[in-house]
């Protein structure tokens, strides 16, 4: 079984900075892709960051230059360093989990990223 739980969402002014994290609770972690994806107001599901297992990480091209994900292999963590935020970055943000060994897919409760002065 695996859980998800996310930290660090809030409200930040236009140009600041926050950093998600995601503790991974189970025993996988290591074999697992692991994503940020992000939902405004209105509007689809849609997925801002990517690692890998191996490491590699890949962004779309809204957040790119400006979003660095990473993982913790020894804290089971992945995080998302959100750096000069705009208004259209505000949305749930969620962390979702895909063991490549069984396909099975899990996700976080979401956390609320609002940028507003």
């Known amino acids: 079984q695996v859980e998800l739980v996310e930290f660090g969402g809030g409200l930040v002014q236009p140009g600041g900075s926050l950093r998600l994290s995601c503790v991974f609770y189970?025993?996988?972690?290591?074999?697992?892709?692991m994503r940020w994806y992000r939902q405004a107001p209105g509007k689809e599901r849609e997925s801002a960051a990517v690692?890998?297992?191996?490491?590699?990480?890949t962004y779309a091209d809204s957040v790119k230059g400006r979003f660095t994900i990473s993982r913790d292999h020894a804290k089971n963590t992945v995080y998302l360093q959100m750096n000069s935020l705009n208004p259209e970055d505000t949305a749930v943000y969620y962390c979702?989990?895909?063991?490549?060994?069984?396909?099975?897919?899990?996700w976080g409760q979401g956390t609320q990223v609002t940028v507003s002065s």
């Open positions: 979702n989990a895909l063991d490549v060994r069984t396909r099975y897919e899990y």
């Open positions: 189970g025993s996988t972690f290591s074999t697992t892709v």
């Open positions: 690692v890998s297992a191996g490491g590699g990480t």
